[in-house]
């Protein structure tokens, strides 16, 4: 077993965004130092670290540093050069392992290897290069086509209904690797976040019903207003995954409901994600101290729910000429504001979030859902 890496260490984390800002703030709590890598100068990470080696992701003298400096590494992002991973791993503790990061950076792969760990994905066609197109598209039609590589929140998706769109769709995104996902009805959506050890140590947290707007989260709710026996699949699903992976660290699992209360895995994330930001406000443990405790031989912290909570993405698009209406969110006592300290807020953009904290569910949900209206009519 590795021995504890314990407070005071080094911690390097891969990309200063705003997982990488929470990551940092939960690790420097808890006593321990922490080196981000992220080539923005602003990023919101780099400022609250105690070291940001401002480089890009596959610099071998950063990478080097890294080494040299951290006790362990982790990552915020699905998009680090897998290589850059590589690297780290054959000479320094690194979770979770490139393998897993390869797989969750890729929908084909992806996809494949949920149904081959025997868990069900939504219809899909690997679209690979044009000839693939020529096949029977009934069956994933009217669909998505979602780029493989590099999309998210919504980015490199078209719906298309006709095998003709979908032709279009593909060479106007540069017929690059897609997946054809059949369009489904979704009775409502639900995630899980998993965090696992080294030494098989498990624990889930509860699950979160999310709403999506344009392809972005919108609000989540938790616990989710789901019926307890489809809670507990989701939990085992998502462990399931887990632990075919071999994970380590934080894992995140997206689910589709269908109408028939069945669950199909929409996609993973390899790291703490939008939909646990609750966790923070509303857990005993918050995903980000998991993220450190895993990467530190830890065993995964409390996942207890402590209050019913609503969290509410805060995207660009509110700030208009103006900042929001802070004053007036900040006059209601069960909310509880972050935000991520990025200095240009663009449409879609994730600036921050707040959590709503309420005696049920249904309660933190309406009123999130009115300070969101509140926000926006400012
Ligand atoms: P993010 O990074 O925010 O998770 P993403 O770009 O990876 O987003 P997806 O998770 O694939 O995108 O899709 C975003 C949302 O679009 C889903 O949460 C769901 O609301 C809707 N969606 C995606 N695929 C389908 C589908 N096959 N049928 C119905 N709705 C879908
Ligand atoms: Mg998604």
Redesign the pocket.
Known sequence: MTPHILPNAMLGILGGGQLGRMFTMAARAMGYRVTVLDPDPDSPAGGLADVHICSKYDDPGALQMLVDTCAAVTTEFENVPAESMRFLQARMPVSPKAECVSIAQDRIKEKRYISGAGLSV?PFLAIERAADLEQALSGHLP??L?IARL???????VRVKTAEEAKQAFAQMGSRPCVL????N?KT?VSVIVTRTSADEVTTFPVAE?Q?ES???DISIVPARVPEPIAARAREMALTLAQALDYVGVLAV?F?VLDDDSLLI??I?PRPH?SGHYTISACATSQFEQQVRAMCGLPPGDTRLLSPVAMVNLLGDIWRDDEPAWDKLLSEPAVKLHLYGKKEARIGRKMGHFDVLAADADSAYKLAAELKQMLKGA
């Open positions: 939504a669909g998505i979602k999309g998210y929140d919504g980015k490199g998706q996902e059949k369009m489904l979704l959506e999310n999506h392809g972005i989260l997206e589709f929409n996609e994330a939008n």
